[in-house]
């Protein structure tokens, strides 16, 4: 069980699908490992659990922060977690591991939101607020041989990331794959996501993916 504070993103299907894609890395002593947008720490824990040596994260959600810092002391792992955006608080740091479920779901609203829960999944108009910025920066911060796993929604737009991490100089493909539910915030976006072309009007399943992309 997650110590999770109202507020925070509770981890689910794609947490549990990013975490087995962090698992399967190999992450020893010497590991430098970096969680971006890291809720409750989920992907933290994953990775400390998995042997990384040392596990950074951060959050613009404080009270995310500190449920990542609360949740690896719990289980016995120090989490280094920050409050900040994405990369700001890392100047000069380099990650052998970045692992990130950035909000990815297409939102009517092109601008993040400052508070409440739907700053945990808003992407902006096509989910990509985050992800553009992710796949732009990340790369800058990777040991020579480093790695990314990033998930996200196939309604955000699967092949711009890939693209983006190319122009990077990053290999990237998909690596492990699901079929969800809708659930309650998709199916009351129905409506805007039919307008802007990404689903079917009977669609009722998405798909989420895991991007691995390396240097």
Request: charged share 25%.
């Amino acid at each position: 069980m997650m110590i999770r504070f109202p507020g925070v993103y509770a981890p689910q299907c794609d947490t549990r699908l990013l975490s087995d894609a962090v698992r399967a890395e190999k992450l020893d002593a010497s590991s430098q490992v970096l969680d971006l947008c890291s809720g409750s720490g989920a992907l933290s824990v994953c990775a400390a659990k998995a042997g990384a040596g040392t596990v950074f994260a951060v959050d613009i959600s404080r009270r995310a922060a500190v449920c990542t810092w609360m949740n690896g002391r719990l289980r016995g792992h120090r989490i280094h977690a920050r409050h900040g955006d994405l990369l700001t608080p890392f100047h000069g740091r380099r990650f052998d591991l970045v692992v990130s479920n950035p909000p990815y779901v297409p939102s009517v609203d092109d601008r993040a939101p400052r508070t409440g829960r739907a700053r945990s999944w808003d992407g902006g108009n096509d989910g990509r607020l985050l992800l553009d910025r992710i796949c732009a920066t990340a790369p800058g911060v990777l040991q020579k041989e480093g790695t990314i796993l990033l998930i996200q929604s196939a309604l955000s737009g699967i092949d711009r990331t890939v693209e983006l991490f190319a122009d990077n100089e990053l290999e990237a493909s998909v690596v492990s794959r699901t079929s969800i539910p809708f659930g309650p915030v998709l199916l009351s976006r129905r409506r805007y996501l039919e307008s802007i072309g990404v689903i079917d009007p009977d669609q009722v399943t998405e798909e989420v993916v895991v991007i691995r992309a390396r240097r």
